[in-house]
């Protein structure tokens, strides 16, 4: 089906990682001439990827509309209270597939998100607070803004606001209303017309809600939603030809999507929760509007955050939440990445401290590695013959598993395990030894890992350069004094290890030392183990020794193990 490869797309590659190749699909007509509920193959270029798209309910060939491109909508917040981590783990899991479709696979993402400033919680907010909704939400909004930038989130291409876009959105009810498929009543309100669409509407499972969203009781069909709503006293109000009033929830995102992307979108994304009635009302609108039959070519849903032992999503209404800002004076940006990635994004994922610490430990894990290849390759770690055809062979192998198990729907956890494989493969061969009897040195092998792994977590988000950053500026006056206090303490090893015998060195264990120079290296001993609770690791390595700084996940002590600097 597929026959005619039509260009070969490369921007900002993982060293070794081998291009996308995009192939032109078999045209099947412009989307929206299609009509039904059943998902229709778009015509397009084809990513070489496939995604789960909630349309479909199964894995789908990802084709984009434009070669190299995807315009990606996504539903944003609604700013009434603080961003918790239900929030956070959305926006960060479409973050990194965002960052694998255009790091790894050469495609630019366009991405605009709405920001929902006026909402019925908002209104109450501001009453609570005694200031204006608009007060409310900028508050809210810039706090949103400067929770993602601290869990490194690259923001969207633009944030739309609602309120700046309420003339669009009446014209946007207009063209609807005049293509038959929404009606006014007489209170001011309008309404969706489901009964219009005929069998069309309910593509998503659990679609069919024959209560439907409370409101005026002149609504022709309980199923009828609305796209406007008559003000109340005291509320906030714009003026339409039905009278004062404010946009509905659902008819926000379609006009503000319709206005950037037009009467075609590649990708849509938000949380499952949102899949209806939002997303399936958002469908009916968008086709009613455009006349067309399928606007949206794929919906991505994000599964739900769940406090671990809760049944319950992490919500706002449930009381239940953990604020960004909380969980950053515990937990760093880079260790919540790490616990988004091992678990698929469309999966309910469970939080706990234990589930975090996990993340932390897979993080600890990869970095102790890339501290020990870097000391091998510096000559302070020497070790046995190394098989260096046998780690050249596995790290082509992770390449390959990466960049499969990454065109295979995201799946991030498989990623994650390829990498901690070849974490393993390669400590195999790093075992230190006092005396390396001229065993030929391998270091570009180490040091083509290193970098593989540095630039696989690049893609993710997760920046291993940033940890010896972080602690440079904060304690970059305990750096020199660390690497002063090792290099004595190693001379004062060296002279203890001295074997009567003539050998530069000895074992404590082995016969030989002098007697009267054991306390000096049970007090060396003790030094390091006396330094370990304070952050800084000392590891001995035959007769030299390395060292490194833990930072706590906030950068503010080497209390934690967090973040790292070493020599």
Known sequence: MWKQVSSLLWRAPVPGLSPAVTVRSKSHGPSCSVSGREWVRPSGFDTGLKTFNSLSKQKEPLILTREGVATWYSCGPTVYDHAHLGHASSYVRFDILQRILSRLFGITVIHAMVITDIDDKIIRRSWEENVSPAAISAVYEDEFKRDMLSLKVVPPAVYLRVTENVHHIVAFIEKIIKNGHAYATKEGDVYFDIQSIGGRYGRFVGAVDPQGEPGSSNKQDPRDFALWKPSKPQEPYWESPWGRGRPGWHIECSTIASSMFGRQLDIHSGGIDLAFPHHENEI??????????????????????????????????????????????????????????????????????????????????????????QAYMKGQLQCSHVQEDLLWSRLAETKSTVMNTLADDFDTPRAISALMNLVYHGNCQLQPVSTPAGAARSPAVFGAMVTYLRDVLDVFGIDLHTKEAEVLSSRGSLQPVVEQLTQFRSKVREFALARQDGSSTGSPSRPGLYPDRIPLLKACDA?????????????????????????????????????????
Not at 288 to 317: I, R, T, V
Not at 319 to 328: E, G, H, T
Request: charged share 25%; aromatic share 10%.
């Open 284 to 373: 009916a609108q968008s086709e009613a509007y455009h006349q067309c039959g399928q606007w949206a070519n794929y919906f991505l849903h994000s599964g739900h955050l769940h406090l671990k032992g809760s049944p319950e999503k992490m919500s706002k209404s449930l009381k239940n939440y953990i604020s960004i800002k909380d969980f950053l004076q515990s937990y760093s940006a880079n260790e919540f990445r790490m616990f988004c990635l091992l678990s698929k994004y469309r999966s309910a994922i469970d939080y706990s401290d234990s589930s975090m610490l996990e993340a932390r430990s897979t993080l600890d894990t990869i970095s102790t590695f890339c501290h020990d290849a």
């Open 527 to 567: 030094l390091r183990d006396d330094l370990a609770p304070l952050g800084v690791l000392i590891k001995d390595r035959g007769a030299t020794s390395t060292w490194e700084i833990k930072m706590s996940a906030r950068g503010q002590g080497p209390e934690d193990k967090g973040e790292e600097t070493s020599s």
